[in-house]
């Protein structure tokens, strides 16, 4: 059983920046592909990035592409997400997700979840 934790989590200024970090149980992302959704409040879960398990591909959401970056840290078996430009409308539940290889922005795709971590930006 593959578990998940997220931290990095917090209260930001619009323009700030932000570094989600989330540690899996064991070797998990030497094979294991990784993905960040999140969730604002009174909305859907929505895909964030996604990176496959030798960090070969990686694919992210219209609102995240060219602020975010998605990353695996194979030594510490750790998936971030650093965030830059952070706005209001990034303020939402953030969650990490892990499967086999490569899962893509479906939701469905991925196996184990973390509990999430906070975010919110002020304006």
């Known amino acids: 059983q593959v578990q998940l934790v997220e931290s990095g989590g917090g209260l930001v200024q619009a323009g700030g920046s932000l570094r989600l970090s989330c540690a899996a149980s064991g070797r998990t992302f030497s094979t294991y592909g990784g993905g960040w959704f999140r969730q604002a409040p009174g909305k859907e879960r929505e895909f964030v990035a996604a990176i496959s398990s030798d960090s070969s591909r990686t694919y992210y959401s219209s609102s995240a592409r060219g602020r975010f970056t998605i990353s695996i840290n194979n030594a510490k078996d750790t998936l971030s997400l650093q965030m830059n430009s952070l706005t209001p409308e990034d303020t939402a539940v953030y969650y990490c997700?892990?499967?086999?290889?490569?899962?893509?922005?479906?939701?469905?795709?991925?196996?184990?979840w973390g509990q999430g971590t906070h975010v919110t930006v002020s304006s």
């Open positions: 997700a892990a499967t086999y290889d490569y899962g893509g922005s479906p939701a469905s795709n991925y196996k184990y």
